[in-house]
C-alpha cells in the first residue's frame, strides 16, 4: 500500500496506470483536466482515488498537493501535434517549468520510491530507426514549432536526470513510441483512423503516408511502466518503450484499419501540418535486458480492442444500446 502522486491523472495513459495501482495502493490524481478520461470512466469516484484539480505551472499548490506521496508518475503535459502548432509558448512553459515544478516538489517532499518522468521519442528527431537510449537526440530547428514539444521534454529529461544525480532522486525517464488504445483523447493517428473507419468517413492523411511508426498499445506500455515501479535497477535509467514489431507506414495503418473493421473509408492526402518525422522505431533491447519488458499485442489485435471501447464510448454518448465491433473476414 502505497501513495502514488499521478500528475495528468484524468489523461489517457494515467487512467491505465489507475487501473493497476488502483486496489492495493493510494492515488492523488492531480490535472487540470484540459483532457478527461478519468471522469466518464468506472474509476471516477473510486475510494483510493483522491482527486485534486490544479496545474503543474502552479509550484505551490503542487507541492502542497504531494505531501504524503511515495512516488511520483508524471505524465502532466501539452501533446499533440495539432496542440502543440497552436500554442507552442504553453507547450515549452508546461513542458519545461512544469517538469521543473514536478521535480522541485519531489525532493521537497523526499518522494523516497519513484518519480517516473515521461519524455517522448520525438527527441531522436525526424529519422529515428532501432534508436537506442543513448543515441543521439535532435533539438531540430529553431523557430519550427514542431520541436518545441520535443525539446521541452528533452530539456525535462536533462534536468530529472540531474535531479538523479545531484539530489539521489530516485527518477526513471521514459520515452513512449507512439500508444495507442482504449480511453485515448485528443489528437492521434490510430484513434482518428478508427473513429473514421467505423463511421465509413473519410480518412485524411497529412503528408504522402510514407511516414514510418511503431505502435505500442497501451497496456503493453503500461506493463513496461510497472516494471519501472517496480525493478530497482530501473532508477537513474531512460527506457525506449514501444513494440518493435508493430512497424507499419501511415497509409498501411489507415489501410489496415480499414481492412479489419470492414470500413468502406476512403483515404485523402493532404499537405502537411508541419515538419514531420520519417521513421520512428525504437531499439527496446535495453527494456527487454533491464526490466524482462516485451511487448505482447499485435497491431490487429490492438486495433480491435481500439475500436471496440472507441464504438461502446460512442455509444455511451448517444445513448445507443451496445454495438460490437467484429474483425472483417
Known amino acids: 500500500m502505497k501513495t502514488y502522486f499521478v500528475t495528468g491523472g484524468a489523461g489517457f495513459i494515467a487512467n491505465t496506470i489507475l487501473r493497476r495501482l488502483v486496489n492495493e495502493n493510494k492515488i492523488v490524481v492531480y490535472d487540470n483536466f484540459s483532457r478527461d478520461t478519468l471522469t466518464r470512466s468506472d474509476l471516477n469516484g473510486h475510494p483510493n482515488i483522491k482527486v485534486i484539480r490544479g496545474d503543474v505551472l502552479d509550484a505551490p499548490h503542487l507541492t502542497e498537493s504531494m505531501a504524503g506521496a511515495d512516488a511520483v508518475i508524471h505524465t502532466a503535459g501539452i501533446a499533440g501535434i ?23 516538489a519531489a525532493q521537497k517532499n523526499k518522494i523516497s520510491h519513484r518519480v517516473v518522468d515521461f519524455s517522448t521519442s520525438e527527441v531522436f528527431g525526424p529519422m529515428a530507426y532501432n534508436s537506442a537510449e543513448n543515441d543521439q537526440t535532435v533539438a531540430g530547428s ?26 539521489k ?12 488504445g482504449p480511453g485515448q483523447t485528443g489528437e492521434g493517428a490510430m484513434q482518428i483512423f478508427i473513429k473514421k473507419a467505423l463511421r465509413h468517413e473519410e480518412i485524411q492523411i497529412h503528408g504522402d503516408g510514407s511516414q514510418i511508426r511503431a505502435w505500442c498499445y497501451v497496456n503493453d506500455f503500461v506493463d513496461a511502466i510497472m516494471c519501472c515501479l517496480t525493478n530497482p ?6 527506457f525506449n518503450i514501444g513494440n518493435a514489431r508493430a512497424v507499419i507506414t501511415i497509409l498501411g495503418l489507415a489501410q489496415t484499419v480499414c481492412r479489419v473493421l470492414g470500413s468502406r473509408s476512403e483515404i485523402k492526402f493532404v499537405d502537411p501540418l508541419s515538419a514531420d518525422v520519417a521513421i520512428r522505431i525504437p531499439s527496446v533491447r535495453k527494456s527487454q535486458e533491464l526490466l524482462n519488458f516485451k511487448a505482447q499485442v499485435d497491431l490487429v489485435e490492438g ?17 445507443a444500446a451496445p454495438v460490437g465491433v467484429r474483425k472483417a473476414g
Open 82 to 104: 495539432d496542440t502543440v502548432l497552436k500554442d507552442p509558448v504553453r507547450t515549452m512553459h508546461v513542458n519545461m517549468i512544469g517538469t521543473a515544478n514536478m521535480l522541485q
Open 142 to 167: 529553431a523557430g519550427e514549432a514542431r520541436w518545441t514539444y520535443a525539446v521541452s521534454k528533452l530539456a525535462g529529461e536533462h534536468l530529472a536526470k540531474s535531479y538523479f544525480h545531484q539530489h
Open 169 to 180: 532522486l530516485p527518477v526513471v525517464v521514459v520515452r513512449p513510441f507512439n500508444v495507442y
Open 233 to 238: 535497477l530501473a532508477v537513474g535509467e531512460t
Open 303 to 319: 486495433i480491435l480492442k481500439t475500436a471496440e471501447w472507441v464504438q461502446a464510448d460512442e455509444n455511451a454518448r448517444n445513448g
